[in-house]
């Protein structure tokens, strides 16, 4: 989740702390399924069989025989279908720095056939990591007629790369920048010192992220979360376009949704002609690789240029914090003056600006991009629109949500297949550096409000230093985030293992909000499907001993709705009971007693993570919005009950 910072005056609130106990209870496990990949996406495992593979893993295994199980349990979690193949070095050769070779290619996921080529690798040879990843990068399949994949090496290794060329670290730097999607996951396997250094390096240079298996139980989970993370990557949608880095020749897009990408410290500008009455709303969704470096003011900007010299809106996310990159969405809004005499109230040529700033030692790579563009017309000629809502009323902290029996969902991988919940109790199961997707219809005049739980975990040893972060936003129909710096919601909340919840939710929807000032009711003004996005921390890998941790959403949809945006309006539907649950979501499993395992992945990234340091928080309130003159599962699982 991002912090967000629009124009104005930036306040520190005091953070929110929960530390909460709950029983555990025991998961089911159920088979993954997965929609089709997109070309150009798909993972293979470097699988370190050099001589020191055969020592003892200190079970009364060898490193090589725990290695075989962790990967078996690996493609035994992965969705059906997920391209996968597997690389090994140092098993053919006693001495030889050239000792690499593709063990099973990548492709539609063969369980049975990757067992069986890691069943027949015998630890012989040396360690060349630095010829494997350059070899692995080619083993995966390259992206075709402009799909955004992503495509991922995780490598398995005890030990550090003992030839002499290529140095890994630096062969894992040009990978990460040499094209949108590539990215280098390494796990240690009893590692320290030197060898552990130079794979957080290669990690780290790789757009990717370190995990450390001290034993052979956390390997399978380490390896687990890997590739799972890997295979439920943001699902993209929309048309190719090619922004410019001036206004000059910048390419005319219509309202609908676009792709494309965007390096640190860039600009991008697309050009739209509005008219002089109608709203315009305009959003950009950055992804980059999951737990990706990114600094603590990485910022994602969107402004609504106009003339030679003026903006008329401008908004800036940051993802305020260092524990691992999150999709960032930042969207702003041309609304026209109701005086209808601002320098934006024009008929003509505006340009959509995106900008990512990116601060020194921040991930390198270029991100894939999601723009929406939409078009929204003013009323008809003598209807008078109903009052604006600007408080969160009965929407408040206090607002009373379902109690009933949680029902299970698969989330989704981000705006494009968000799971429908409707008012009820829900949950799921997520990874970290995961942030997981719904969607909530609502409709005039009704508010979202919601809890996010996150589970009471067993933990592993040696985790008590270690604090993570639970977090949540919220955002409207045109993707705008409106849940950052209310006043009243926290979006975040540290998480260490035991129970910690957080609560989120927005103001009535009312067209005439877009009038008002605050940058939390501004984007509130049409009705239709809010998102809800619930990410957990990176550093939760260090933390919770099962895979997977539990999640639960306590969703309710307040107050009738309207039949339209008038002041005169009939009502609809009366309020919902809070107890009541509506049928289950896309693509649940079941309900009651058992969390579902499999989960819909996307054909790109998806990430996120956060540091958060206790007891503080910050709020950004903006200036009143208008025309400006320019601005400078097979995995055994326990989850927390609830």
């Known amino acids: 989740m991002a912090h967000r910072r629009r124009r104005g005056a930036v306040a520190l609130l005091g953070g929110l702390l929960l530390a909460l106990t709950a029983a555990p209870f025991q998961a089911t496990a159920t088979t993954p399924t997965r929609a089709p990949s997109a070309g150009g996406t798909g993972m293979v495992m470097v699988l370190d069989s050099s001589g020191s593979m055969a020592g003892d893993d200190g ?8 290695a075989r199980k962790a990967v078996g ?11 996968t193949g597997l690389r090994v070095y140092g098993a053919d050769k006693r001495k030889g720095c050239d000792d690499t070779r593709l063990a099973q290619p990548v492709g539609a996921l063969d369980r049975a056939g990757i067992k069986r080529a890691v069943a027949g690798v015998t630890p012989k040879g040396d360690t060349p990591i630095g010829l494997s990843l350059r070899k692995a990068a080619d083993d995966l399949p390259r992206s075709t007629g402009g799909a955004i994949g992503k495509r991922t090496i995780l490598l398995i290794s005890d030990g550090e790369d003992n030839c002499q060329a290529p140095p890994p670290c630096k062969v894992a730097a040009q990978l990460a920048t040499s094209g949108v999607g590539l990215h280098i996951d390494a796990v240690g396997f009893q590692v320290a010192g030197k060898a552990r250094s130079q794979l957080e390096c290669i990690a780290k240079a790789g757009n990717g992220r370190y995990y450390d298996a001290p034993d052979a139980k956390a390997l399978a989970r380490q390896l687990q979360r890997a590739g799972q993370l890997s295979a439920d990557g943001y699902r993209f949608k929309g048309e190719q376009v090619r922004g410019t880095a001036t206004r000059s020749g910048a390419p005319g ?44 003011l990485d910022t994602l900007n969107t402004r609504i240029a106009y003339g030679t010299d003026s903006a008329c809106e401008s908004s800036t996310e940051m993802f305020g914090q260092s524990e691992g990159a999150t999709p960032l969405t930042s969207g ?53 629109p109903a009052q604006s809502q600007p408080e969160y009323g009965a929407g408040g902290k206090d607002a009373s949500l379902p109690t009933t ?3 299970d969902v698969i989330g989704g991988t981000g705006f494009n297949d968000a799971r429908t919940l409707h008012q009820g109790v829900w949950r799921d199961k997520i990874l970290p550096a995961q ?19 996150f589970a009471n975990e067993p933990t592993v040893k040696g ?12 955002y409207t129909p045109f993707r705008t985030p409106v849940g950052n710096g ?131 928080g910050l709020a950004y309130v903006r200036a009143r919005r208008k025309p400006a003159a320019a601005e400078g599962n097979a995995d055994p699982m326990r989850g927390g009950s609830w």
């Open 59 to 66: 079970s009364g295994s060898t490193r090589i025989a725990s």
């Open 253 to 296: 897009i219509a309202p609908g949704q676009y792709l494309d990408s965007i390096g640190p410290n860039e600009e991008r500008y697309y050009a739209v002609d509005l008219d002089a009455a109608s709203t315009a709303d305009f959003s950009a969704t950055a992804v980059p690789q999951s737990g990706a470096t990114v600094g603590l």
């Open 332 to 384: 702003v809004s041309r609304v026209p003056s109701q005086s209808g005499t601002g320098t934006c109230d024009k008929a003509g040529r505006y340009w959509l600006v995106v900008t990512r700033k990116a601060a020194r030692g921040s991930d390198a790579a270029r991100w894939p991009m999601e723009l929406t563009f939409h078009v929204e017309q003013p009323l008809k000629k003598g209807v008078t």
């Open 73 to 83: 349990t690996v493609v035994d979690a992965l969705p059906d279908g997920y391209p």
């Open 463 to 474: 985790h008590s230093a270690t604090v993570s972060s639970g977090l949540t936003q919220v």
């Open 405 to 407: 029996a949680p029902k």
């Open 486 to 616: 209310t006043g009243l919601f926290s979006p975040r909340v540290p998480y260490d293992g035991r129970q910690a919840s957080l609560s989120m939710g927005t103001v009535p929807v009312a067209w005439t909000n877009r009038y008002e000032t605050h940058p939390n009711v501004i984007p509130v003004h049409e009705k239709g499907d809010f998102y809800l996005a619930v990410t957990l921390g990176a550093k939760a890998a260090q933390i919770a001993e099962n895979p997977r941790i539990g999640v639960v959403l306590r969703v309710a949809v307040l107050g009738k709705e309207r039949s339209g945006p008038e002041a005169a309006a009939s009502s609809v539907t009366a309020d919902a009971p809070h107890g009541a649950s509506g049928p289950l979501a896309d693509g649940a499993q079941g309900e009651g007693g058992g969390w579902s395992a499999g989960r819909v992945a996307g054909v790109a990234v998806g990430g996120v993570g956060v540091l958060l340091l206790v007891g503080l």
């Open 435 to 453: 942030t997981l997707w719904y969607k909530v219809p609502v409709g005039w005049g009704q508010q979202l409000r919601y809890d996010v739980e």
